[in-house]
């Protein structure tokens, strides 16, 4: 059983940092990343890592967000600097046992297990 709780959101000033970490429990899974709906807007994939640990962003974030990862504490991090109103919603962490190709590594498709999410606010 595989279970992903999120925490560290909360309300920030434009133009702050915030730093999310998704706990993972049960088994180690290749491919992680993080999700985000926006009000008004679908759900989109705003950073991952393929198994390897490289990672991959979203133009909307690049330069600004960073994710990593803590395998000793099975913890997911998602550094966010310079934060703009529109970078306010639901982040949700993700996860799947299969390795994904970069192509595919933000698309929700490739992913079987979500957390609950955890809100962020900017203003």
């Known amino acids: 059983q595989v279970q992903l709780v999120e925490s560290g959101g909360g309300s920030v000033q434009t133009g702050g940092s915030l730093t999310l970490a998704c706990k993972t429990s049960?088994?180690?899974?290749?491919?992680m990343a993080w999700f985000r709906q926006t009000p008004g807007k679908e759900r989109e994939g705003v950073a991952a890592?393929?198994?390897?640990?490289?990672?991959k962003y979203a133009e909307s974030v690049e330069g600004r967000f960073t994710t990593s990862q803590d395998s000793a504490k099975n913890t997911l991090y998602l550094r966010m600097n310079s934060l703009k109103d529109d970078d306010t919603g639901v982040y949700f962490c993700?996860?799947?046992?299969?390795?994904?190709?970069?192509?595919?590594?933000?698309?929700?498709?490739?992913?079987?297990?979500w957390g609950q999410g955890t809100q962020v606010t900017v203003s």
């Open positions: 049960g088994d180690t899974l290749p491919t």
């Open positions: 890592l393929d198994y390897s640990g490289v990672p």
């Open positions: 993700a996860a799947d046992r299969a390795v994904r190709h970069p192509l595919w590594l933000l698309d929700e498709r490739s992913y079987d297990y």
